[in-house]
């Protein structure tokens, strides 16, 4: 089983480019052993982070997209049939509880509601996770330790955390960085030179200021660095541009125009 775990181990150490404090605040949160809530919109650096931190603190890290046909059973585990009869398979929390490493479930609100709940006795003084089918009480490993990501823009009142689950941890906000730091951050992931990033970081920006007037999101650091990506191939950057940051998040005629217009603004 050592061996299962020592393929979740990150190995090398994945790029992070810190924007404020969060890597000393998360080495705190994980000394004294309080989950911890990233919020932010999508692509702008959670996961990243995390694995970056999981390396850091010389951790296992097991992942869980998580989606809403996704039930408690898919997180805790579950009897499996085979030729010897029932076997119990831990699922990827209880993995993760038992051999000590760090499990992030991505966007847990998009999980059934008896998901959350699982987790509230592993985020307290308890540090338990009943495994009621199988009738074991899993002490959590010390080095064990719980994330989860939540944006908060998809939040409706049908699908949103409960007081009950927010207030068990700790929240870090994530958001696109500064100007500056996205070029960095741009120029690094996708190898295009620091004057078309900065290109590339403006048209975010002033796509961004459309959000809530005809965008739902705006356009994310891990779109620009698949337009830079583009370039880096050779593409021409007002292509590039259209398919890696207009075309994936409008279908309407007039925002995809202002958004080409923005485009050549720049290239
Ligand atoms: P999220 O989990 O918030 O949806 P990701 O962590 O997958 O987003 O970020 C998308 C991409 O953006 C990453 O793969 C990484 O290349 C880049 N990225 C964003 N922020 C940073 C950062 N601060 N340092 C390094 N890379 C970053």
């Known amino acids: 089983m050592t061996d299962v775990i020592e393929q979740y181990r990150v190995t090398g150490e994945p790029y992070y480019r810190p924007v404020t404090d969060e890597v000393a605040m998360f ?9 911890v809530m990233l919020k932010g919109p999508t692509g702008c650096g959670k996961t990243r982070f995390v694995e970056h931190m999981a390396w850091k603190l010389g951790k296992p890290l097991v992942t869980v997209a998580c989606n809403e046909d996704m039930t408690a059973s898919d997180i805790v585990g579950r009897f499996l049939l085979d030729a010897d009869g029932t076997r119990w398979q831990d699922g990827p929390l209880t993995f993760a509880a038992r051999h ?9 609100v998009e999980a059934r509601q ?3 709940v699982v ?5 307290d003084n308890r540090r ?16 064990f330790h719980l994330v989860i990501s939540y944006n908060p823009g998809y939040q409706s009142l049908m699908k949103d955390l409960k007081q009950s689950t927010k207030q068990r941890f700790g929240a870090l906000d994530f958001n696109y960085p500064e100007h500056a730091v996205e ?3 741009v120029a690094h992931e996708s190898g295009v030179n ?4 900065d290109k590339l970081v403006s048209i975010a920006e002033r796509a961004r200021n459309l959000k809530g007037h005809g965008l739902d999101e705006g356009i994310s650091t891990r779109m620009l660095i698949h337009a830079g990506s583009l370039m880096a191939q050779g593409i021409a950057p007002v292509a590039a541009c259209q398919m890696a940051l207009v075309r994936p998040i409008t279908d309407d005629p007039d925002m995809r125009d202002a958004l080409d217009a923005a485009v050549t603004t720049y290239f």
Do not use: N, S
């Open 27 to 35: 080495e705190a949160a994980y000394a004294a052993k309080m989950p």
């Open 128 to 143: 338990v996770l009943p495994l009621e089918k199988k009738g074991e009480i899993l002490r959590a490993h010390p080095d």
């Open 194 to 197: 620091a004057e078309d990033a």
């Open 119 to 123: 987790i509230h006795p592993l985020t």
């Open 183 to 185: 070029v960095e951050i």
């Open 114 to 116: 008896d998901t959350t």
């Open 100 to 108: 000590g490493a760090i499990c992030y479930l991505d966007e847990i």
